[in-house]
């Protein structure tokens, strides 16, 4: 019973563990080792299976068995079953982690008696494994204090066994990465695991982890993400409407609202919710993810620990480039004032809808296919600006471009307008040719690129940003 996730190959799967994470059509597969098997050794058909229910499949399999209904149907799950459990996790990122001292001091710290006794301790006490998975990556479980639950004897009605609820971390060292398992557990509990592994680490561990709107965009884009929901806050789209909220088909563009259209100029996304496509020994199924700028992660079907793995693989790469990844409102906000002053008609709420407009019609119809998701497309409008500011900060673009200059952009008035205020604001030396910065930028927008990564690699290599 107890709640696993980074320990579930340790712990195991209950024989009704493995009927759960099965499907009926798992069982009337002739083409699966353990059904062709059965199929060629008794009277039992294909044909038979197929059309049966999920209650009579189960009953004509073991009816033919000569061994265990139970291993037989480990040795379909290990084939076809849905490993691994659901996650919900926090994350923190940090920086001076030491895996060595970690290690160490975690491993003085764990306690070897019988772990019923160890739900009255305090978390810091309550350590009972410290495992080495490689790579630097260390788990660590706790039992958590006061989260017991009784469970009838099996044997003897008269009887109760209890459980313990485990916390379960695991620390990439090598990237700085913390993930601490939310289940049964308060912001108080998380926070005190987070000071923990920060004084056995002797490192620096950020207390609030923020993300970003299109950090949390380009880890939907890295995991080749189907959005199904998107969530904005910041928004100020009438007298009583704070928040746009899309939930949906993955095969619709949440951009259609009437509300949500308006909020992805100038709102800001707090949650996202998409499909991924979960692979675990050459076996893959389908999960929802939901992502919250807190940082708080967690999935609908059950995954394998690698599947945390690769999303902070993704998100550490991404996170390298945070400062070209800051949306066009943020980067303007810096200069409220002076938008004010420059635009005493409407103020900066009508300069950002229009700039942001003149960055849309640049951008989408160059990005817009089948490889990007609709949602994803204000992330690249916000990356071209941040690449186009990059530029102006160097002297290859202050002279009138050497070769032929692109079809302007529809609403190029605008967009040098946001450029040349941008560079005034910005810069000490705000001289540039905008000619030769559209050309640039069109030379970017026009390459072949499916991520944010992709596009800021193919910048920086071209460009030398």
Known sequence: MSRTYFFRDEEGYTHRERLDRLHVADFQDPDLPPIRDLIERTPLTAAELQAATQEEVYNKIQRRLNGSWENFVERVFNLRGDKGDLFNLKLYFGSDISYDTLYEKASEKVRDEDHDNLHESKVRNSLVSV??????????????????????????????????????????????VL??????????????????????????????????????????????????????????????????RYSGASNLSPLNSEIVRPASLNGRIVKLKFEHTHTAEDHSWDVKIRLQYECKISATKETTPSCINQLVKELVKIREYKSLLRTVTDRLEEHRWKINNQTAAGGIRTYLNRRNLALRT???????????????????????????????????????????????????????QLFDDYSRWDLDDPNYNFDKLWCQLHSLLTSDFTSPVDLIETAKSEFEI
């Not at 592994?197 to 709107?213: A, F, H, K």
């Open 179 to 244: 993930a601490i398992s939310r289940r049964a557990m308060d912001d108080d509990d998380i926070s005190r695991l987070r000071n923990l592994i920060e004084t056995w680490s002797e490192g620096d561990i950020e207390p609030q982890p923020r993300l970003t709107p299109n950090e949390m965009l380009a880890l939907e884009n890295a995991l080749d993400g189907q959005n199904v929901g998107i969530d904005y806050g910041q928004f100020k789209g009438g007298r009583n409407i704070k928040k746009a």
């Open 362 to 416: 640049a951008v989408d119809r160059h990005v817009e296919n089948s490889q990007i998701e609709a949602v994803e497309i204000q992330m690249f409008r916000d990356l071209f600006f941040s690449l186009g500011c990059e530029l102006l900060k160097t002297d290859q673009i202050k002279d009138a471009p050497d070769s032929d200059i692109p079809e302007d952009p529809q609403q190029k008035a605008h967009l040098k």
């Open 131 to 176: 495992k080495d998975r490689g790579d630097g990556i260390l788990d660590l479980r706790f039992v958590i204090p006061g989260n017991q639950i009784a469970e009838e004897d099996i044997e003897n009605d008269t009887q109760y066994r209890f459980y313990n609820f485990y916390a379960e971390v695991r620390v990439y060292t090598q990237q700085g």
